[in-house]
């Protein structure tokens, strides 16, 4: 689909760019949402937007970031079958793959999105979500922590993610003592 995912130039192509909130986001997740759903009729999914795009007043990557999940009894490969003819599988292991769109030869189109397929009940990001969304005090320390990760691995993807893992596990594990 897209060799450039591959090349060594991808880091200087896609950097981490973060930007003000864009009240649009909810509205591309939905039409993917549809879009995925039409693709999908015969399966039992559910579909999450998640990621700092679901969080209302901070800022984010411009990307989309879906979980799609499915019941165990549905076949798996059969689902990643479906998605790959518009979307681009990046990895897959057991039980879980990650999937994008958006991405093009010259850098990023005008709407990118990430995929997480998932197994019912692997969806520890919705409750990320949920926590911020109803904590803005908490969502906008999160967003200074993305802020001082954007400055330290710009061209770095992995660094940026591996920096906002204990933040959000932490938060994650709090909350869920205190239900």
């Known amino acids: 689909m897209n060799k450039i995912l591959r090349d060594e130039d991808f880091k200087r192509k896609f950097p981490i760019k973060l930007v003000e909130h864009n009240r649009e ?18 399966y039992k999914v559910n579909l999450y937007h998640i990621g700092s795009t679901a969080i209302p007043n901070i800022c984010s990557k411009d990307i989309i970031d879906i979980i799609l999940e499915i019941n165990e009894s549905d076949d798996f490969d059969s689902t990643i079958n479906i998605l790959i003819v518009e979307w681009e599988l990046r990895w897959i292991e057991e039980n879980r793959a990650f999937l994008v769109k958006g991405y093009g030869e010259d850098g990023f189109l005008d709407k990118v999105y990430h ?8 969806i520890e990001e919705v409750k990320f979500r949920d926590i911020l969304i109803e904590n803005p005090k908490l969502a906008k320390q999160y967003e200074r922590l993305k802020l001082d990760l954007e400055l330290m691995y ?9 920096g906002k893992t204990k933040f959000i596990k932490d938060i994650i594990k709090i909350y869920s003592l205190h239900k």
């Open 115 to 122: 995929l997480h397929v998932r197994i019912k009940g692997d």
């Open 154 to 162: 710009k061209y770095d993807r992995e660094g940026y993610t591996a």
């Open 25 to 42: 986001w909810v509205h591309w997740y939905e039409d993917e949402k549809i879009n995925l759903l039409s693709k999908l009729k015969k």
